[in-house]
């Protein structure tokens, strides 16, 4: 069975200082990785993807993530937070299998303070 | 371009009526998917579609079903609403597997009493 799990349900940070949101997944064949952003009444938007290559990906507004096949993590980071990153973040897979679902986790909040 | 189009945006069922989400896109893509999110759950997936035709089974379809008669068309059912399908409901679509991004309607609010 293939899932998806992100640790952390919120994670209050303050504005300009450095965030992780966690993403592990399991899966007995290769994946493709991604992370999508929410914002309040809306649908999800594609932040960053991971599919072949270099390990590290990056998004245009400053965002990371890195994919780590031995821990099959896929952690997001972003050095310095902005008020308007306050969103929800959604760590997602895709199984290259026949199946093709794309399968969510369960959300982290990121709450920016000033 | 509309992109993904979800209709209805709410709607208010009484337990036992049934209802049709209509899902439209206009991106000419090939996979088309239906989730339903809950607070703390985050997104789980319902049905999806490989292409016009096919239908197949996500993590949660019980008292669900779908149909994809037009590419550019998914149509989830609710034969019977129970106060369990009350949620938030998105249609995704993308134009293949993996390598381009999934594109996300506004979602349906859906209440169930």
């Known amino acids: 069975a293939q899932s998806v799990t992100q640790l952390d349900s919120q994670v209050p940070v303050f504005e300009e200082a450095p965030v992780e949101l966690r993403c592990n997944y399991s899966s007995s064949v290769s994946v493709y990785l991604f992370w999508y952003v929410q914002y309040p009444n809306q649908g999800l938007q594609l932040l960053l993807k991971?599919?072949?290559?270099?390990?590290l990906v990056e998004s245009i507004n400053g965002f990371e993530a890195e994919f780590n096949k031995s821990q099959t993590s896929f952690h997001l980071r972003k050095p310095s937070v902005h008020i308007s990153d306050t969103a929800e973040y959604f760590c997602a897979v895709i199984r290259m299998d026949s199946s093709y679902k794309l399968i969510f986790g369960s959300g982290t909040r990121l709450l920016v303070r000033p | 371009n509309a992109g993904v189009t979800q209709t209805p945006k709410f709607r208010v069922l009484k337990t036992g009526q049934s209802m049709t989400l209509l899902c439209a896109q206009d991106m000419n893509h090939e996979y088309m998917y239906w989730y339903r999110q809950d607070p703390g759950m985050g997104l789980r997936l319902i049905h999806y579609?490989?292409?016009?035709?096919?239908?197949a089974k996500g993590e949660v379809p019980d008292g669900y079903n779908v149909s994809r008669l037009k590419k550019q068309n998914f149509l989830l059912g609710l034969e019977s609403a129970a106060p369990s399908q009350t949620s938030v409901y998105f249609c995704?679509?993308?134009?293949?597997?993996?390598?381009?991004?999934?594109?996300f309607g506004q979602g349906t609010r859906l209440t169930v009493v």
């Open positions: 995704a679509s993308s134009y293949s597997v993996g390598n381009t991004e999934a594109f």
């Open positions: 991971y599919l072949s290559g270099s390990t």
């Open positions: 579609s490989v292409g016009e035709g096919t239908t």
